[in-house]
C-alpha cells in the first residue's frame, strides 16, 4: 500500500492536463499560440488541490511570469508540489520545479528540486534549440553524486511539459482537432499528439466552469515509459485556465486528480 501511495504522489508530478462525428480530425503541425492570450502578457498564479482515489493527497501551484520584450519574449514558470494530510504521514513529498521559456514557449532550461520520502535529488536541463540537443543531468544531494546524465536530440522549439501546457493554451484547438506538439524531459523526445474531444462541464471550489476536455499522449512509451492516460479541461474562453488535470494510472494505483482552486493575475 505504501508503494502505491508513493507511486501515486511521484504521478501526480509528471503531471503538475469525444471526437466529433460529423468530420475527421484536422491535424495542425507546428501550431503558433494565439499572442493574445492573457497569461502570456501578466504573471498568474493557479492553485491546485491534488486528490487520489478519496484522499486528499496533496496540493500544486503553478505560476507563470513574463520575463521579456515584445520582440523576443520570454518567461519564467514555477511549479511546487507537496503531499499533504494522511498521505504526508506515510510519504513526505516536496518538489519544486522551475522553467525558462521563450517565443512559442521553447524550453531553454529546467531546474527540479525533489524530495521524496527519505530521497533528496536534483536535475537539471539545458535544452539547446540551435544545436538540436538537450543536455540532462540528476544528482543524488545527499551522496552528492551523479546518477544520471545524458546528451538527447531534440526537435526544433522542443518545450517541456510545462511549456506544452501553456502553448495548448495558447492554441486554439478545438473539439474535432488535434496538434502535435514537440516535447521533452531531458531524455527523450516526441512528438505528442494532443486531441481536444469534448465540451464539457467542470464544477471545482471556485465555480462551475464551461471547458474543452483534451487527451495527451505523454505516457505508454511516448515520452514516458509508464501506463497512463493524462487529460486537461480547459476553460472554453479567453483565459484558458487549466481547470481539472487528471490522469489515470493502472487500477492497482489509481487516478490522481488535480483541480483548481484559487487563480490570481499580477
Known sequence: MLRRRRAACRAAIGVALLLSPSCPPLELLAAEPEPTAPFMKQAETLQYSVQWRVFNAGAATLRITPDGVAEHPRWRSSVHVESTGVIAEFFRLSDDYEVNLEDNFCALDSHLQALEG????????????????????????????????????????????????????????????????????????????????SREEVVTKLGRFKTIHYEADLFNGVLYKRKAHVDFWLSDDARRLPVQIQVRLPIVIGTITLQLEKEAQG
Open 118 to 197: 527519505k530521497r533528496s535529488r536534483e536535475t537539471r536541463v539545458t535544452y539547446d534549440q540551435a544545436k538540436g540537443m538537450a543536455s540532462y543531468v540528476e544528482r543524488d544531494r545527499v551522496k552528492n553524486v551523479v546518477l544520471h546524465s545524458a546528451q538527447t536530440p531534440i526537435p526544433e522549439c522542443v518545450s517541456d511539459v510545462v511549456g506544452g501546457l501553456f502553448r495548448l493554451r495558447a492554441l486554439q484547438l478545438d473539439v474535432g482537432q488535434t496538434a502535435h506538439l514537440p516535447m521533452s524531459d531531458g531524455k527523450k523526445a516526441a512528438q505528442v499528439r494532443i486531441e481536444a474531444q
